[in-house]
């Protein structure tokens, strides 16, 4: 497997150490953590900072926000070192760049496909310019609130060719990724997938075993790429 087709991991929505440690261990490239409040996944700043002091180099801790002043993304980024920030509310270019602290923090920004026919209509190639200075664009179907809601939208709608790094991620687990890698493999500059309730017990809870399956799913598809 070469590196242009290893799809880079990330398990979010980690509540507990124990999740934290069975991400680790299957091979996740990246963990995340809700700072949204109304989530049912949600961890203040202070706990995700603890959970992050877990990870070995080269793991990359991922913070989720929505619709935070830009004061409070930066302190948060500043508490957790090496972290990455997620944008998944109403910003916009400029409120991502300035939060990020006009590029100190990398960042990516969800873009929500509707779930219906109207995914037609949503201009991924404009988004992905629009948001230009993202690290990477991660793909979510739009449903009602914020903060990704375990939905996968039709993937055979969108753009075979974006200029950006693209994120998969709703309604995904272990029985599904491989299709979703297959069909988006050289869509973007590079594939990544991000799944939360698709290795749960329970909102919040991971479930080790589901973890490790899905990170093998994904694995199987990249050997076939």
Same mark, same amino acid.
């Given at each position: 497997?070469?590196?242009?087709?290893?799809?880079?991991?990330?398990?979010?929505?980690?509540?507990?150490?124990?999740?934290?440690?069975?991400?680790?261990?299957?091979?996740?490239?990246?963990?995340?953590?809700?700072?949204?409040?109304?989530?049912?996944?949600?961890?203040?700043?202070?706990?995700?900072?603890?959970?992050?002091?877990?990870?070995?180099?080269?793991?990359?801790?991922?913070?989720?926000?929505?619709?935070?002043?830009?004061?409070?993304?930066?302190?948060?980024?500043?508490?957790?070192?090496?972290?990455?920030?997620?944008?998944?509310?109403?910003?916009?270019?400029?409120?991502?760049?300035?939060?990020?602290?006009?590029? %100190?923090?990398? &960042?990516? /920004? !969800?873009?929500? +496909?509707?779930? $219906? @026919?109207?995914?037609?209509?949503?201009?991924?190639?404009?988004? %992905?310019?629009? &948001?230009? /200075? !993202?690290?990477? +664009?991660?793909? $979510? @179907?739009?449903?009602?609130?914020?903060?990704?809601?375990?939905? %996968?939208?039709?993937?055979?709608?969108?753009?075979?060719?974006?200029?950006?790094?693209?994120?998969?991620?709703?309604?995904?687990?272990?029985?599904?990724?491989?299709?979703?890698?297959?069909?988006?493999?050289?869509?973007?500059?590079?594939?990544?997938?991000?799944?939360?309730?698709?290795?749960?017990?329970?909102?919040?809870?991971?479930?080790?075993?589901?973890?490790?399956?899905?990170?093998?799913?994904?694995?199987?598809?990249?050997?076939?790429?």
């Amino acid at each position: 497997m070469s590196l242009a087709t290893r799809t880079r991991i990330k398990i979010c929505g980690l509540t507990r150490e124990q999740d934290v440690d069975a991400a680790v261990e299957a091979g996740a490239d990246a963990v995340g953590f809700v700072l949204y409040p109304a989530s049912p996944r949600a961890v203040s700043a202070e706990r995700a900072r603890a959970l992050a002091e877990r990870l070995p180099p080269f793991v990359t801790p991922v913070l989720l926000f929505v619709n935070e002043p830009a004061a409070t993304v930066q302190a948060s980024m500043a508490n957790v070192p090496g972290a990455m920030a997620q944008f998944h509310g109403d910003e916009s270019p400029e409120r991502c760049w300035e939060s990020s602290g006009q590029g %100190a923090h990398r &960042y990516m /920004r !969800a873009a929500r +496909i509707p779930m $219906d @026919a109207t995914a037609r209509r949503f201009d991924l190639v404009k988004y %992905a310019s629009d &948001y230009c /200075r !993202a690290q990477a +664009i991660l793909l $979510d @179907a739009h449903v009602e609130g914020y903060g990704g809601g375990g939905k %996968a939208f039709n993937w055979s709608l969108l753009p075979t060719a974006v200029d950006a790094h693209l994120v998969l991620s709703g309604g995904l687990a272990p029985a599904n990724v491989g299709d979703g890698i297959r069909r988006l493999r050289t869509a973007g500059k590079s594939l990544a997938v991000d799944v939360s309730s698709g290795v749960e017990a329970s909102k919040g809870i991971k479930d080790a075993v589901k973890i490790r399956e899905f990170v093998a799913a994904v694995r199987a598809a990249d050997a076939l790429s």
